[in-house]
């Protein structure tokens, strides 16, 4: 999959991350829907400061989950076009395209 | 299937009182259990585990018993249990290779969770230490990277007095073993500070350890000799 996004990912300031017993979820204020994440995708919310580069984020899944980099990128891939789509997270400056690196 | 768990704690009533719950978890069974960092790896070795559980109270050199626990054939996986969340404790444990990592506040469900998980092939992380594991992971990475780039950025000679200085040769020996004198293996050593951005000679060659350069310091100086 390749998907056209720009720069580095930041996650909106408004948009709160509640812990519960057993799951996460992100709540956007003036918004009925709050969004469920794994513990991957967590992560990934966290690693969203603008300043970190989503190949960064698949190298680091690597190390830590033992898994190849084809399935990191696929799931850094997937949960920042969740979050994207769903307003969590915008973009900054610079191009890069999810996908068809490395 | 019955994931076979040996667990690695110095206190004989947490051995015994967690093989006994695990009792009720139908296809987790503990066939073995250590007191000792020793013990854990021959029990490693003797029972064939799909799991070996360790306390953090018994970790010494992680990289050493994970070393020797994946000496057993199968290689087990290896599962720490620490005290307190401590961000620094996880990112010593994975960098030795540890497959999951768990607090020492966890119930039993979650230990048998992660056991299982394990077992599955799968890594183990509490989830709210993943995102500042990853950042310092990232973080330790760059730094690699950029004194990856530092040291291209030294002449040859200048990286043969580093690997010297790694290997904790003073001037006199440096000068010896190279055929200049102590004075221009200062004036090495200077530009050497400059050009890492360094103040010291003992923050060099952390540099170059913490960033795990050393080898490729080595290859570079070898490679030059050949």
């Known amino acids: ?13 408004d948009v709160l991350l509640v812990d519960e017993a057993d799951r ?22 966290e690693l969203c400061d603008g300043l970190t580069d989503p190949d ?3 190298g680091a899944i690597c190390q830590v989950f033992s898994v190849t980099m084809e399935t990191a990128r696929a799931d850094v891939t997937y949960a920042l076009e969740q979050l994207t789509a769903a307003g969590l997270v915008h973009w900054t400056d610079g191009e890069k395209r999810l996908g068809n690196e490395r | 299937m019955t994931v076979r768990l040996v ?4 206190r004989r009533l947490v051995r015994e009182a967690v093989a006994e719950a695990l009792v009720l978890e139908h296809d987790v069974q503990v066939v073995a259990s250590a007191s000792d960092p020793r013990a ?21 050199p992680l990289s050493s018993l994970c070393e020797g626990i994946r000496r057993a054939d199968p290689p087990p996986r290896v599962l720490v249990i620490d005290g307190e969340p401590d961000d620094e404790a996880l990112l010593h444990a994975i960098e030795a290779g540890v497959d999951g990592y768990l607090t020492g506040d966890s119930g039993l469900d979650v230990v048998a969770e992660a056991v299982r998980a394990l077992a599955r092939g799968e890594s183990v992380v ?3 230490m993943l995102g500042p594991l990853l950042r310092r992971l990232i973080q330790g990475h760059r730094e690699a990277t950029q004194a990856a780039e530092q040291l291209v950025a030294l002449t040859p000679r200048e990286r043969e007095v580093l690997a010297l200085l790694v290997d904790g040769l003073d001037d006199e020996r440096m000068a010896d073993r190279l055929v200049i004198s102590p004075e221009t293996v200062r004036t090495h050593v200077q530009r050497i500070l400059r050009k890492l951005d360094v103040h010291s000679r003992l923050e060099a060659v952390a540099l170059v350890a913490q960033t ?5 310091l080595e290859r570079m100086v070898e490679g030059r000799a050949s």
């Not at chain 1, 998907?3 to 930041?10: A, D, E, K």
């Not at chain 2, 854990?40 to 010494?60: F, I, Y």
């Open chain 1, 1 to 13: 999959m390749s998907t056209r996004i720009r720069g580095l990912p930041q996650r909106q300031t």
């Open chain 1, 56 to 58: 960064e984020m698949v």
């Open chain 2, 40 to 60: 854990a790896v021959l029990q490693a070795q003797r029972t064939r585990p799909d799991v070996v559980a360790v306390v953090g109270a018994l970790l010494g």
């Open chain 2, 126 to 128: 509490p989830p709210f």
């Open chain 2, 7 to 10: 667990l690695a704690d110095p």
């Open chain 2, 212 to 216: 795990g350069l050393v080898s490729r």
């Open chain 1, 24 to 45: 996460s979820v992100l709540m956007a204020p003036g918004h009925d829907a709050s969004h469920l994440l794994n513990p991957t995708a967590r992560a990934i919310w």
